[in-house]
């Protein structure tokens, strides 16, 4: 249920973006990197997205979701490797300790606006 939370921190990251470039201008896309490590749901997040922009300037822009894997480094052994899987089990040696290196993040990475007609 964090998405609900994480949607509305990335709509005021939005909105914030769009009143500094110019509050009349129209979202059309928006497009997240999404770490695997930070467990968000992208359906999830879709939904409460469509929810929480409804009659908002940000309703019917379209989200795009990228989801980034995570890439470890193993404590024991020190091989690197990626796993969709927040638990994190060494390929190499089988060891379950592991420094996560990529895959915490989430950013929004690009809105795209377009000016009114």
């Known amino acids: 249920m964090h998405e609900l939370s994480v949607t509305q921190e990335i709509i005021d990251t939005i909105e914030q973006a769009r009143s ?3 509050a009349h201008l129209i979202v059309t896309a928006v497009r997240l990197k999404i770490g695997r490590f930070t467990a968000v749901v992208p359906d999830y997040l879709r939904h409460y997205y469509e929810m ?6 940000l309703h019917g ?4 979701i990228e989801l980034v894997p995570i890439v470890a480094r193993c404590r024991a052994c020190a091989a690197e490797f990626v796993s969709d899987s927040p638990m994190l089990l060494c390929p190499e040696c089988g060891a379950t300790q592991a420094d996560v290196l990529a895959g915490r993040d989430l950013l ?3 809105i795209e606006v377009d000016e009114p007609d």
């Open 108 to 110: 929004v990475e690009s």
């Open 52 to 57: 929480l922009t409804q009659n908002t300037p």
């Open 20 to 22: 500094e470039a110019g």
């Open 61 to 64: 822009a379209e989200l795009h």
